[in-house]
């Protein structure tokens, strides 16, 4: 089984940061692609930012320059919030893609709530 593990959400006021951190588990298991994904209440689920094995990023444009996506390990990717905004509030997930036992393998973490308040 793979499990990711969601921390680091929270309740900030506007203009504050915070850093949400996934930890991918599991055996044989080849992590090609991460990232962290949002919904916020009556609307999509929509990407916030991902990074390839290669290193290579890609943001929302509603978050470039406030947001940093990191993968300090090939098991971790951490999400660094800065100057949060109301409409940043919504419950984030983290996605991990990759090869297990010759398969692709798409798995989300439970969810974690960041809440911005004015």
């Known amino acids: 089984q793979v499990q990711l593990v969601e921390t680091g959400g929270g309740l900030v006021q506007a203009g504050g940061s915070l850093r949400l951190s996934c930890a991918a588990s599991?055996?044989?298991?080849?992590?090609?692609?991460m990232g962290w994904y949002r919904q916020a209440p009556g609307k999509q689920r929509e990407l916030v930012a991902d990074?390839?094995?290669?290193?290579?990023t890609n943001y929302a444009d509603s978050v470039k320059g406030r947001f940093t996506i990191s993968r300090d390990n090939p098991n971790t990717v951490d999400l660094q919030m800065n100057s949060l905004k109301v409409e940043d509030t919504a419950v984030y997930f983290c996605n991990v893609r990759g090869i297990r036992f010759g398969l692709v393998r798409d798995y989300w973490g439970q969810g974690t709530q960041v809440t911005v308040s004015s």
């Open positions: 599991g055996n044989a298991f080849s992590i090609n692609y």
């Open positions: 990074i390839t094995r290669g290193g290579n």
